[in-house]
Every structure is written in structure tokens, then in C-alpha cells.
């Protein structure tokens, strides 16, 4: 019997979505505002989804307080009030979109949580926009 336990999360970031192999002309055709150079901002929501069995001791598939704990170590520490094309070296070689991001941020959570458990991740970028990656 596999259920999932999730545990929301938050983070607030700026980024510029551009190529630097391209001109700002090619960029501004592809990625239109999201190419200013100054940058923009997005309150970013996450979703963090782990399956597995549950424990018949604890009753628990995994105590969400770890999973909450590794959100804030592996994701809000490393994201929050970051400028993600600036700060954040997975970024630096690597356009920040938003199925870029939910990649980074799900290989990074993937190597704290027992292969045992499924993992799947749900990024709001805005409250209309979201991405979901499993791993895939
Ligand atoms: N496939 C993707 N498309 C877009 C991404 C992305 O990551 N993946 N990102 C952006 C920009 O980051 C942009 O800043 C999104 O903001 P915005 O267009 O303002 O967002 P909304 O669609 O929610 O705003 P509306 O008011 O509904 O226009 C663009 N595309
Ligand atoms: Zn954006």
C-alpha cells in the first residue's frame, strides 16, 4: 500500500530567461519581456510529493518534518531572495525556466531521499503557470 505525503514550500527569486550564444535580438523574439536585462521577479510555490509505504511502526511514510527540513536546506536556503542567473551556479550555463528550475530542484532533493520512495515536484512560477517533474 503506497501513499503520498506532500509538503509545500516557498521561494522569492529573480531571473532573466536568455541564451548568451544568442543576440539580444534573437532572445527578445523567443523570450520577449522575460529577456530584460535588469531582470524580473516571481514568488515561486512548490510542491514536493514522496511515495512510498507506510512504516507499520511509525505509521508514517517519511516524518514530513524531514521532508520540510530538506526542502529548506536544498531549495529555500539555496534559492530564496537569489537572483537565480547570478547566484545560483546550477544557473550559470543553464536558462532559468521553470522546467529548468523544478529539474534542479527535484535532482537535488532525488539524492537526500531513499530510492525507495518516489519523488515528484510542483513548481508555481506564477499562480497561473506550473511545471511538474517526476524523474521521467
Ligand atoms: N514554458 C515556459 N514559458 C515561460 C516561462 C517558463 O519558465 N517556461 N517563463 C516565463 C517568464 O518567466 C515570465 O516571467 C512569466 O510571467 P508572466 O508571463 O507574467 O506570467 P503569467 O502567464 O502568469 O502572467 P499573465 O498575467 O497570465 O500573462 C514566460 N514563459
Ligand atoms: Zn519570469
Known sequence: MRVTISRKAHFNAAHRLYRKDWTFEQNDTVFGKCNNPNFHGHNYDLIVSVTGEIDQETGFVMDVKI????????????????????????????????????????DKLRKKIKSEFDLEVVLYETPRNFVTYKGE
Open 67 to 106: 521532508l520540510a527540513d530538506l526542502i529548506k536546506e536544498e531549495v529555500e536556503n539555496k534559492f530564496d531572495h537569489k537572483n537565480l542567473n547570478v547566484d545560483v551556479p546550477e544557473f550559470e550555463n543553464l536558462n532559468p525556466t521553470a522546467e529548468n528550475i523544478v529539474v534542479v530542484i527535484w
